[in-house]
């Protein structure tokens, strides 16, 4: 069992910061990758940046330079730091947690089994 929970998001106007947290948290499963997605009404979830557990980070193009993304080596607490935010920053933004499992669903997988958990998600909204 994996729990997953997101926080900060808010309303501002354009221009402004906002920062997001996350903590995934199990007694069992060591959290891999974690990452924020973000999904606004008819469009799929997209990926916003994610962070390994070794720091290592990946952003999307549109946030580059304004988005940082941190964790603490080995530590499952992650933030987003959100500057000059955008109208078109608008959306719900969620966690992602990743795990590796070697049972799902009563079924072995000796290769291991790559599940991810979601988050509840939190509303930023971006005003002109």
């Known amino acids: 069992q994996v729990q997953v929970v997101e926080s900060g998001g808010g309303l501002v106007q354009t221009g402004e910061s906002l920062r997001l947290s996350c903590t995934a948290s199990?007694?069992?499963?060591?959290?891999?990758?974690m990452g924020w997605y973000r999904q606004t009404p008819g469009n799929q979830r997209e990926l916003v940046a994610s962070i390994g557990r070794d720091g290592s980070s990946n952003y999307a193009d549109y946030v580059k330079g304004r988005f940082t993304i941190s964790r603490a080596i080995n530590s499952d607490t992650m933030s987003l730091q959100m500057n000059s935010l955008k109208p078109e920053d608008t959306a719900v933004y969620y966690c992602n947690a990743g795990v590796t499992l070697s049972w799902y669903s009563g079924r072995y997988y000796p290769e291991g089994y790559e599940h991810y958990y979601w988050g509840q998600g939190t509303q930023v909204t971006v005003s002109s």
């Open positions: 199990s007694s069992i499963h060591t959290i891999r990758a």
